[in-house]
């Protein structure tokens, strides 16, 4: 078998797999890597084909091995029927989840005053519902930066405690 997939190579578990290669020879092969996931190499031939859904517990598996947090939250938004409204996370560039963060911030400031307003009397009025969407859109948007951030310090921590190791 070639070390690149040709049918698989626009298939998310394929590429992250690949990606985590760099770091770990044993996943360019996909017999490697379905040792490595405790299932056969015909299984993780299906996934990265797209013949079979990818159960939750070997997603799980895939994004610890291949250092992928990220793979998590693809799964939830794009198969489970759950998870369809889960923003997308980046975890690849901390510069800019520290500026969406700081963005995000400033607009609690805000948010938090309209949000005392619209509750004060107990009942939210006609006028007051636009308000209340701006802040729950905020919640959202804070959500899915945090999200990012921590899924940025899960990869990169994780990759920096496997460099340690490898130094000895």
């Known amino acids: 078998m070639g070390q690149q997939p040709t049918k698989a190579a626009d ?15 044993r996943l360019n092969s996909r017999e490697d890597a379905a040792v490595l ?4 190499s015909a299984s993780l ?6 013949i079979r859904r990818v159960p939750v517990d070997i997603v799980i598996k895939m994004a610890d091995l291949y ?4 793979l998590r939250n693809e799964h939830c938004r ?8 889960t923003p997308e ?15 995000s911030f400033s607009k609690i400031n805000c948010m938090k005053e309209d949000l005392l307003t619209i509750v004060e009397d107990g009942i939210i009025s006609e006028d007051e519902v636009p308000k209340l969407n701006r802040i ?5 948007e804070l959500e899915a930066i945090s999200k990012s951030l921590k899924g940025y310090i899960e990869k990169h921590l994780e990759r920096r405690k496997s460099n340690v190791g490898n130094d000895n």
């Open 11 to 25: 298939n998310v578990y394929c590429k992250y797999r690949k990606k985590a290669a760099a770091y770990n020879d």
């Open 37 to 40: 996931l405790n299932i056969s």
């Open 45 to 50: 031939a299906d996934y990265e084909l797209g």
């Open 67 to 70: 250092n992928a947090p990220e």
């Open 78 to 85: 794009c198969e489970c029927p759950l998870g369809f409204a």
């Open 89 to 103: 996370i980046n975890v690849d560039n901390l510069d800019r989840i520290s500026i969406q963060a700081l963005a």
């Open 136 to 140: 729950v859109s905020t919640l959202e």
